[in-house]
């Protein structure tokens, strides 16, 4: 028989922010990273994971990028001016060069895809901002598809999350371009 595994006291565990709107990935990965020794609050939006942070500031936090309402730069920002050392990792199932690189820019440590799971958070918490020399460089250029994504990422970065003015920024239609942000980026 497996013997249970003995969690340190609350105030002993390294306490993380976990803030996603898809409810079932925030319970799993809630519960996993509890396992792990984390104590986890978690939110379902920027403006409860700010709430919750401005009561008490986590020494972690992972936030999803895409959320109703305020994308998670926004609370990354917000988390680093509560606490600058807060530890960051940026999640997203619509991962693109231009929000990683605004994620690590605004003070996040690191910036997962999704699926990952809760031992890519750790892994990624405690690498702290250390970058890895050893990444394997892509072997081919990226597909025309994926270039299409990161230059609307890019200009929709450059045009704050504004749809509208991305698209005329585009010469698109917004409904066309709502269309292509809605689907998944193609791999790279």
Known sequence: ????????????????????????????????????????????????????????????????????GPSGLVLVEKLIELDPNTRIVMLTGYASIATAVEAIKLGAIHYLAKPCDADQVVAALNRGGAGDSAIPLASSPL?????????IQRVLSENRGN??????????????????????????
């Open 163 to 188: 749809i509208s003015a991305t698209a005329r920024a585009l010469k698109m239609h917004r409904r066309t371009l709502q269309r292509k942000l809605g689907k998944h980026p193609s791999p790279e």
């Open 143 to 151: 597909s025309v598809d994926r270039l299409e994504w990161e230059h």
């Open 1 to 68: 028989m497996l013997k249970p595994i003995l969690q340190p006291p609350d105030d002993e565990r390294t306490t993380l922010l976990l803030v996603d709107d898809d409810d079932a990935f925030r319970r799993v990965l809630a519960r996993a990273l509890d396992r792990r020794g984390y104590a986890v609050t978690v939110a379902a939006n920027v403006e409860s994971a700010l709430a919750k942070a401005q009561a008490q500031a986590p020494e972690c936090a992972v936030v999803d990028l895409r959320m109703p």
